[in-house]
Every structure is written in structure tokens, then in C-alpha cells.
């Protein structure tokens, strides 16, 4: 493809970003604005042009999906040697290479799970960790590390950020537990994925001869997803370029989502302060949603000045139907409802593939499950676990590769359905859910993927040549002129590397964070509601914002279809207590989400408890004595019904208090402490 044809297929601001070449550049990339389109043709563009040796380029991201894609996409454009890796991979890599040289002997083997050493850690300085308080600390650990916090910093640190300890373990003994883990990976001579970064960037930094070599290696440097960047990250990055400023970033500062984690938009949105020479370019034409999605993301982000360093989306596609908004009774005839849509959008051609049921927390998918199961519809669970990573799917490969060294003349699609029948795969899906549904969901993939391979190798269908006439002597595995099992096999082996993991036939079900990169054509995001987006535990200004922004990705990974709901109570017959997310209050359409009638004050004091009425009665003195040191009416500070309504339920954090009705932001600011020591005093 010439330099011209390139350019050609880009709108004109990816193709202001492809033709930056040199430099410091900034692309501030909205959701569905085609980012990897852009950063992509920039490559290819400067390759084909001569500013850049395939070579020299590094090009990093976050997911090894999202690395795959970008090689496929550079392959496509002829170009090739390009080293487009996640931040892992790439230091994995050069890690792996210069440690026999500056340390010598052989590269310490890499944990995958911190559990078993983080509880024998934890054990060391006296705690009893249960499974989930393990995982906690685990969590804290890696934070800790990405965020260059040592040990004998924990405790200054996270007291200077806000930042609270977990499971409830005092600051000093967290920073024990730290240092045992270390001992402890010492011990066991293993090193956990964030010593590959600290490593090598440490050794860059103390060799000299080391630090040239990689600069010599890589001149031009393309970071997508800058967003998400964490102080370890940002630090080897530096490392890398050793002060040069041939550096292309990729982010939206609305997506940051993964600031628990460490990830943090300040190295994205100081950009132009470290590089005052750098250009910036706007991406804004979204390719991806209708207008209606578009006009509520943008909504969104607008409000309380969240979206300013972000860029406003102009959506590009023809109109659709507008989202739709839905208050149910309890949680399961909400995803009966969602279940029931879902079954309308398949039976109007929208294949389930294409389909995905969003939520805040993993355990909402219990209840979906099940309605979804009731009603045939195929779904699958989508996780942190990579495909090619999975039990199921790493015993068929050896079977197929087994099958390839004995292939017959059976069709491909029968060869690879007799060859996974051994390991869980069958014609029907299990009625049962949870992990007997994944594992056939995986195999059954594999089978579709064969497939389709087949018969774009010119096979028949694999029911059709089941059913006819046997293969001809001398024909290959393939049965009809189609594709041979060896090739099949070497088709996976090159998608495994590329983590490029096969579409498979089912709604998927996932977290909002999980989501992020990924779109479909129709999504439900179920649990709309205080408590849940934003999540209780989220009481800063900046926690809630950052729910916000994670609302912000789910609604965005719509393309035509988008439908938000909540549940009124939990369970069949429970109270109706739970009130619509704060975020979609203005967006909400008059009388979608009817209100379960009030009752009167008279009428709730009369149902409550001996314990509740003392607690109401405490509010009301709490209320009178901040009345009368502002000097005005009690009614002002706060109504009889709503202190009745805290009596009753009891918050024990901001954020569950906010889900109170007629406590609002500004409220919840003046006044939230001090109800909150009211309410923990009963």
C-alpha cells in the first residue's frame, strides 16, 4: 500500500495524527473514534515514507488482545517487524535477554498467583487471613509496587493520599505483611509480574551498556491507553527513551477506570507541561454508536464539569432508537425483563454474539444466569482469564495436535467435534450454568471456528458432510477440499499468540471494567442504582467521579442498542429501598421508573422498631442542635421522613448514605460525617 493510500483512508484528524511523525505527540482519542485505526496508519505511514525502520518502533498497550489486533492491523498494511506487546511483554522480553548477561545464571521463574505467598506473608506477622482478605492484600501489594510505594513509605503515603488500609489491617502491619512477601518470593526464588518491570527498569538504570543497547534497538515509541499508565509504568517508559522525545501517547482521560489499581491520568493530562513542544490532536468523529448513544455519554460526561479534559464526542452513524430506561420491582424481574428484551433482539436477526449484559460487581450475574437459562438463550461469562489460557482450551489443543499427527480423511469439523467430546463439548449446551456452561461455551467455539475455517478453505458444513457420501481415497483430513486438521492446528497456534481468542455464539455477561476495549451491537448495563454505580464504598469526590467515568465506558460500548435499568429491592417482596443512579437522574424519562408510593412519617415511625425510634430520636436532637447553631428552621437541615428513612436503614458509609432519598450532594457534604457518628453511636 503506497504512503498516499494510506492517508487516504483516514478522516482528517487521524490523518493529522498519522503524518505527526516526530516528536512529542499527544492524541486525545474518544471512545469509537477509531484510535488504533489512527496510531496504526501513523506507523505504516512512516514506514513506508522512511522516517521509520520497522524495526525501531515499540508500540505498547495494556491487553494482549488489544497488542494482537494491532499487529494484525500493521500486517494488513504491509507492514511487519513492528514490536506492538503490552508493557509486560515487552520487559518480559528484554528482561529475559540481558539477565544472564548483567546478573547471570538463569531468570528467576515467574509466579501467576500471589495468593499462596501473600497468606504465608500475612501468617508471618501474626494475621489469619481468610481467602478474601488474602486477595485484599494481595490487591495492595500490587498497587503498592506499580506506585513505586516501598514498604517503610506504606504508612506516610496512604495517609497522605486518603487511601485506606484493607481488611482492616492497621497501616504498620500492611507494611509488614509487604516485606515478608518479598522474603518470601526471595525464598522461593520467583519473581510476580510487577518485578519484571521494576527489574528491568532498575537495570537500565544501573547499566549503562544495557540502556544504550535497548535505545539503539527502539527509537520511536507509541503508548496507547495512556490513561491507564501507573508511576511503574511511566518510570520504565522513561527508562526506555533515556530523555529523547520521539514519543507518541494515546488516551481519554474519561476512561480512566482503573485508579484502584494505580493506573493514573496525570501523566496523560500533564502531557503538554512535561513536553511543551508537543502537538495535540482531537479525536471526536465516533464511528462506533448512533447519535442517541452519543447524546447520553456526552450528557453525562458534561455534568458537574467531568468531561472538560475529555473531548466531545460527534457521533457518526445514522440515527437509531433512543436507550432505553427501566425501573423494575426486584432484581429477578429485572433480568427477566432484560432476558425477555434480549430474546426480541436475537428473534429480530441481531445475532447473541452481539449481544452483552453489563454490571457493576460479579455477583449480579448469578440471577441473569439463571433467567437467561431459562429461556435457551447461550451466554457466556467473560473474565480475567485469557481464552487460550483456560483448562479446557489448552487440553483441546493438545488433542487437535494429536489429531493432526494421526489425520484421517474426516471432515474437519467432525474430526475436531469427535476430538473435544472427551473433555466436555456436546452437541446440546448443559442445562447447568457457572463453570460446566464456560467450559463447553470454550469448546464450542473451537468447533464453530473450524468450521468457518473449513469453509473458507472450500469445505462443506460439517453436518452437510457428515451426511454425505465418504471422502475419496487420497483426499487430505479436510473430507471435501477444505482445510486439513494440521492447519487448523497451525491457525490457533498463530491466534494463541496473538491472544486472538474466537467469537463465540452467546450473550456475553461481564463487569463494566472487563468491558473496557470492547463493543457490541446491543447492551444492557442491569443495577442502575445508588449503592451500585456509583458503588457504596465510593465516598470521595474523585471515587465518584471515577464511577462516573466507568458508566461513561459501559454506555459507550454500545453501538445501536443500549438499555439501563435497576432494581427497586433485591429480593421478591423486599423493600423497595434502592433508588436510580445519581448519574442518570436528568436523563431518566418521566415516568419510566414509577415510584413505589410514600408513606407517611406517622406511618413509618408507626412500623419501627424499639432500637429504630431511639435512633430517630437521636437524629432529631443531632437536627435541632445543628439548626440552632446556623440559626435556622430544622425543617432546612433535615425532613422528619428522611431521617426516618436513615433510621431505618442504618448507613454506615457515605456512599450508602447517599442512596437515602433526599439526601444530595450537598448534603452529603455538609452533614455526612456527622450522621454517619449518629448512626454508628446506635
Known amino acids: 500500500m503506497s504512503a498516499d493510500k494510506i492517508l487516504e483512508a483516514l478522516d482528517p484528524e487521524q490523518r493529522e495524527v498519522a503524518t505527526a511523525l516526530h516528536g512529542p505527540v499527544c492524541v486525545l482519542a474518544g471512545a469509537g473514534t477509531g484510535k488504533t485505526r489512527a496510531i496504526t496508519h501513523r506507523i505504516a505511514y512512516g514506514v513506508r515514507v522512511s522516517a521509520y525502520n520497522p524495526q525501531s518502533v515499540l508500540a505498547v498497550t495494556f491487553t494482549a488482545r488489544a497488542a494482537g489486533e494491532m499487529r494484525q492491523r500493521l500486517k494488513s498494511l504491509g507492514v511487519e517487524g513492528v514490536q506492538a506487546r503490552t508493557f509486560h511483554a515487552a520487559a518480559l522480553r528484554q528482561l529475559s535477554y540481558f539477565w544472564p548477561q548483567v546478573v547471570g545464571g538463569q531468570m528467576p521463574q515467574l509466579v ?20 478474601l482478605t488474602v486477595r485484599d492484600l494481595a490487591s495492595e501489594i500490587e498497587w503498592a509496587k506499580v506506585s513505586l510505594v516501598a514498604p517503610e513509605d506504606y504508612a506516610s503515603h496512604i495517609a497522605r493520599v486518603g487511601r485506606p488500609t484493607p481488611a482492616g489491617v492497621e497501616a504498620t502491619q500492611m507494611a509488614d505483611v509487604m516485606r515478608a512477601y518479598e522474603d518470601a518470593k526471595t525464598q522461593a526464588v520467583v519473581l510476580d509480574f510487577e518485578d519484571i518491570l521494576l527489574l528491568l527498569a532498575d537495570i537500565i538504570g544501573r547499566h549503562v551498556e544495557v540502556g544504550d543497547q535497548i535505545r539503539r534497538q527502539y527509537r520511536h515509541f507509541v503508548v496507547d491507553e495512556y490513561q491507564d499508565v501507573s ?53 471526536v468523529r465516533d464511528y462506533r454508536s448512533t447519535p442517541q448513544v452519543v447524546r447520553l455519554a456526552n450528557g453525562l460526561m458534561a455534568q458537574r464539569g467531568a468531561g472538560q479534559a475529555g473531548v466531545e464526542l460527534v457521533a457518526q452513524r445514522p440515527r437509531g432508537p433512543e436507550p432505553v430506561f427501566t425501573a423494575y420491582e426486584d432484581e429477578h424481574a429485572e433480568a427477566a425483563g432484560i432476558a425477555s428484551a434480549i430474546g426480541r433482539l436475537t428473534a429480530s436477526g441481531v445475532p447473541a454474539s452481539e449481544i452483552a449484559i453489563l454490571y457493576r460487581i460479579n455477583g449480579q450475574s448469578e440471577v441473569l444466569e439463571e433467567a437467561l437459562a431459562e429461556r435457551g438463550i447461550g451466554y457466556l461469562i467473560r473474565g480475567g482469564q485469557r481464552f487460550f489460557d483456560r483448562e479446557e482450551v489448552r487440553k483441546a489443543m493438545v488433542l487437535l495436535r494429536g489429531a493432526a499427527v494421526t489425520a484421517d480423511s474426516k471432515p474437519l469439523g467432525q474430526a475436531v467435534r469427535e476430538a473435544v467430546e472427551d473433555i466436555g463439548w456436546a452437541e446440546e449446551a448443559p442445562a447447568a450454568r457457572g463453570a460446566v456452561r464456560d467450559r463447553w461455551e470454550s469448546l464450542q467455539s473451537l468447533v464453530q471456528l473450524a468450521d468457518d475455517f473449513d469453509a473458507d478453505a472450500g469445505g462443506a458444513p460439517a453436518r452437510e458432510a457428515d451426511a454425505g457420501a465418504a471422502p475419496e481415497p487420497g483426499d487430505a483430513s479436510s473430507g471435501s477440499g477444505g482445510a486439513t486438521m494440521r492447519e487448523f492446528v497451525e491457525h490457533l497456534v498463530e491466534r494463541a499468540q ?25 447492551v444492557f448495563i442491569a443495577g442502575c442504582s445508588e449503592g451500585l454505580i456509583p458503588i457504596s464504598m465510593a465516598e470521595s469526590s474523585e471515587s465518584i467521579e471515577e464511577e462516573r467515568r466507568l458508566l461513561y465506558v459501559g454506555i459507550t460500548r454500545a453501538r445501536e442498542h443500549l438499555s439501563l435499568s435497576f432494581a427497586r429491592a433485591r429480593k421478591v417482596g423486599g423493600r423497595a429501598t434502592r433508588k436510580r443512579t445519581r448519574f442518570l437522574e436528568s436523563f ?92 454508628a453511636e446506635h
Open 498 to 522: 496473538a491472544q486472538h481468542a474466537p467469537t463465540v455464539e452467546g450473550v456475553t455477561l461481564t463487569t463494566i471494567h472487563a468491558a473496557k476495549g470492547l463493543e457490541w451491537d446491543a
Open 588 to 679: 431518566w424519562p418521566d415516568g419510566a421508573a414509577p415510584r413505589a408510593r410514600r408513606t407517611s412519617v406517622k406511618e413509618g415511625l408507626a412500623d419501627m422498631g424499639p432500637e429504630d425510634l431511639r435512633l430517630y430520636e437521636s437524629l432529631k436532637a443531632w437536627r435541632l442542635a445543628v439548626s440552632q447553631a446556623v440559626s435556622k428552621p430544622a425543617f432546612t437541615v433535615m425532613v422528619d421522613s428522611t431521617m426516618a428513612e436513615i433510621a431505618r436503614l442504618r448507613p454506615g458509609t457515605l456512599g450508602e448514605l447517599a442512596t437515602v432519598r433526599g439526601i444530595g450532594s450537598s448534603k452529603l457534604e455538609t452533614y455526612g460525617l456527622q450522621i454517619l457518628e449518629v448512626v
Open 112 to 131: 501467576e498467583q500471589k495468593a499462596p505467598l501473600v497468606g504465608r506473608a500475612a501468617r508471618h506477622t501474626g494475621l489469619k487471613p481468610d481467602r
Open 231 to 283: 508511576p511503574l509504568q511511566q518510570f520504565l517508559l522513561e527508562q526506555w527513551m533515556g530523555g529523547r522525545e520521539e514519543l507518541c501517547v494515546v488516551g481519554d482521560p474519561a476512561q480512566t477506570i482503573y485508579s484502584f489499581a494505580g493506573a493514573s491520568p496525570q501523566h496523560l493530562l500533564g502531557f503538554t507541561r512535561t513536553y511543551e513542544a508537543a502537538q495535540t490532536v482531537r479525536l
